[in-house]
């Protein structure tokens, strides 16, 4: 049976932290479904179809992920709805540091919760990308810094076009 697994988040936009869970999931995983979360909670600098948008040109154009791999989708409700749309048991979750366990040790009980066939899967990103964070790098553009070391090429052009 082909495994899939729900990678959810905010992707505003996306790092190589984000990035090095995938490339780590698609190593036990048969398919990722990168779920951009639609959530009106957060002040996001791109709107959904920006984030998409910029996931695509960086995991398919720049980087050449197989998009039988790897899909990406944006999604408004439970993530374990959308297992359970995608047939997943699996939810995928990047940890940077220990500061994110306690939150996401949160998510993963209650996701339990609701869906005891559903298992939270904890991976890091190498430690070079372990201190990216999305609202660091917006941050560091919007100061004219050098970005290029925490995002793709495209990105980087889509990032510097919105904060003009």
């Known amino acids: 049976m082909k495994k899939v697994a729900v990678y959810p988040g905010t992707f505003d936009p996306i790092t190589y932290g984000h990035i090095d869970v995938i490339k780590k999931g698609l190593r036990f995983i048969d398919q990722i479904i990168v779920a951009v979360s639609e959530s009106f909670n957060k002040n996001y600098l791109f709107s959904t179809e920006e984030r998409i948008s910029i996931i695509e040109k960086s995991l398919y154009k720049d980087l050449k992920f197989d998009k039988k791999k790897v899909k990406i989708i944006s999604f408004n409700d439970l993530t374990t709805s959308l297992c359970k749309k995608y047939n997943s048991k699996i939810i995928l979750r990047g940890l940077r540091a220990v500061s994110d366990f306690e939150y996401e040790f949160q ?58």
């Open 107 to 164: 998510l993963a009980g209650m996701n339990r919760k609701l869906n005891d066939n559903v298992e939270t899967v904890f991976l890091m990103s190498n430690v070079e990308n372990q201190i990216i964070s999305s609202k660091f790098v917006k941050e560091i553009a919007d100061l004219g810094g050098d970005i290029s070391k925490f995002i793709t090429k495209s990105t980087i052009k889509t990032l510097k076009e919105k904060l003009k």
